[in-house]
């Protein structure tokens, strides 16, 4: 015969789930309103009782490390998914886009990493080390194919994470700041042999200059887009950033 699966209790499913809202809401409100945020508060923001929160995490410290642990853990979980979807430089460049936006969104809680809090502890360190393990493996295979400089290792990577979550924070115009970070991991790529085009008048240089003055960029994401010679001007690189300029532009 075969064996009937047996469901969770009731008990143990909803105290998972609440532990699930507890780490989402408090992951927002650390980054709405800063480390300095009390569990009472995050309770409240969860709709949840105080004793709740506090049964799941006795203190704030250990709710801030299963948030920065959480959140590691869904950046290794979208590092898998790379390889099947892109070449392995284009994956190792998406990943880091990626991650870099999810950051970027969340610098405060992601600053913890840095603070004088006491760092390590286990289920953080854990997390940590797979986060790097992931990262190693797609920078791995951007070297065997030849998309990034040779001498790149994970720590240089990880510096860069940190410095372009500040600077897309940083830049007013999100596309634009997206833009200076793609800028910036161009530094990785393996250098190509190019060749100065040479302009024979004055009409080959004005028409290079107007060519030049047609690029566009996604104004959700920054990637380049392809102008046609007719018809109105892209604005996103596809439907799915232009979905997610709709949800913002209602969110707000």
Known sequence: MAAVPV??????ADARRNREVVLRTAMRVFAEEGLE???GRIAQRAGVGAGTVYRHFPSKEIL???????HLEGLVTAAGRWPARATPGDALFGFLIDVIEKTAGRQRVCDALTADRGWPHALLTAAVRRFREALDDLL???????????DVRVDDLTALIAGGAALRAAHRDRARGTRLVRLLLDGLRTPAVTKEAAFRDATSLQRHETA???VRYCEECGARLRVRPTGRPPRYCGPTCRQRARRRR???
């Open 64 to 70: 801030l490390e299963a948030v920065l642990a959480e």
């Open 7 to 12: 469901a969770a209790p009731a008990g143990r």
């Open 37 to 39: 945020a009390s569990l």
């Open 250 to 252: 209602t969110a707000d």
């Open 212 to 214: 030049a003055s047609d």
């Open 140 to 150: 791995t295979n951007a070297k065997q194919a030849g998309a990034v400089r040779a």
